[in-house]
């Protein structure tokens, strides 16, 4: 016979756990010491690992309890549809994890106006995902639509839709400066780089995203996060100058 406390060092299992499955009759002692400590043989043991590795694959204990008792338990049928229950779970923590970078970069872009990154991350989560589908298929050329991959995501951890972020959100907090600011050129000029690396030679898609950009209604049907319009209208002014200054350079 295992001693309670034994039990608890060789599986890990706390004292407490084991008095509780006794309690609701998941794992009963084999029998007590006359002073009442719970005793195990290791038939025991073997049904507690099983306990264990059944709920770490997610069912409950009163499932658990139904499985090791029944002798007619259709365990191919339960394993199924707990593999479906963590299939659809994994889904939805999907979906929670996008909304959450979502609303990261929304404040990182938006600085101090938390509340206004909310509203605008709550505005995109109740977007049609299929009409957006629909919409850009009926703008866009089929090979345009694989250079969507391509296009800074809100929802994305990848090294360049963070650079865009933080570049719109510098660009956001000197836009007091004016668009011929230095800082705000040097933003620009980034911004070129980003594009030339990314789109070089997409000229027409670039005009035809831009277009939508620049339309709050059409950005909204492509659940684009919905950059202040102020705020576009500076970029192109800043770029615009930037180009006028490539173009055609001071003579020294």
């Known amino acids: 016979m295992i001693h309670i406390n034994k039990v608890g060092d060789l599986t890990g299992v706390t004292v407490r756990t084991l008095r509780y499955y006794d309690k609701i009759g998941l794992l009963k002692p084999a029998s007590k010491t006359e002073g009442g400590h719970r005793l195990y043989t290791n038939e025991d043991i073997k049904k507690l690992q099983q306990i264990q590795f059944l709920k770490k694959i997610g069912f409950p204990l009163h499932e658990i309890k139904n499985m090791l008792t029944s002798s007619e338990w259709d ?18 923590l999907k979906k929670i994890e996008l909304s959450l970078r979502e609303l990261i970069h929304g404040i990182a872009l938006e600085g101090e106006e938390n509340w206004v ?20 298929e009926s703008v866009f050329k089929p090979r345009e639509i694989k250079l969507w991959k391509k296009v800074p995501n809100m929802t994305s951890d990848s090294p360049d839709s963070l650079e865009w972020i933080a570049l719109i959100g510098q660009l956001k907090r000197y836009m007091m400066e004016g668009p011929k600011a230095p800082k705000v050129q040097n933003i620009i000029r980034r911004m070129d ?32 996060y919905p950059i202040d319009q102020n705020v576009l209208e500076f970029m192109e002014q800043a770029y615009a100058f930037f180009l006028a200054e490539k173009n055609n350079p001071q003579a020294e």
């Open 75 to 92: 365990w191919s049928e339960s394993l199924k549809s707990q593999l479906s229950f963590v299939l659809k779970e994994q889904e939805n």
């Open 117 to 136: 990154a909310i509203q605008k991350t709550m505005q995109l989560s109740s977007k049609d995902k299929e009409m957006k589908q629909l919409y850009r």
């Open 193 to 224: 780089e980003k594009r030339l690396e990314e789109f070089e030679g997409e000229d027409e898609f670039l005009e035809k995203l831009w277009k939508i950009r620049m339309s709050p209604k059409q950005s909204e049907k492509l659940s684009l």
